[in-house]
């Protein structure tokens, strides 16, 4: 069964940069696009950053927009997050998700509530000290 493998997380200062990966573990799968979101503990999953798979429509949140860069090599199916100008509100577990055929990054970017993709990650954590 094809997992998510999230890496690149840690404890940086504010202002420090930091570049996640997710790859794909236990095969390949179809998908029509990539997403990151991220997690406070007690507080619900948000969306952070989606692209599509060609690499042409990117989506952020309002909260990393200017701050945050999602790219993807599609031939190592890799997605990355670039996050500069780290800030301690970014603190948060960070999940890579893909769906099925058919969630366009836009639907990414806008899931319903409660909505579970098909793919997720395990999560790593990324840490901002003020």
């Known amino acids: 069964q094809v997992q998510l493998v999230e890496s690149g997380g840690g404890l940086v200062q504010a202002g420090d940069s930091l570049r996640l990966s997710c790859a794909p573990s236990?095969?390949?799968?179809?998908?029509?696009?990539m997403g990151w979101f991220r997690q406070v503990s007690g507080k619900e999953r948000e969306f952070v950053a989606a692209i599509s798979w060609g690499g042409t429509l990117t989506y952020y949140s309002d909260s990393v927009k200017g701050r945050f860069t999602i790219s993807i090599d599609s031939d190592k199916n890799t997605v990355y997050l670039q996050m500069d100008s780290l800030k301690p509100e970014d603190t948060a577990v960070y999940y890579c998700g893909a769906d099925r055929p058919g969630t366009t990054a836009q639907g990414l970017s806008s899931l319903p509530e409660a909505y579970e993709l098909d793919y997720w990650g395990q999560g790593t954590q990324v840490t901002v000290s003020s």
């Open positions: 236990g095969g390949t799968f179809n998908t029509y696009a």
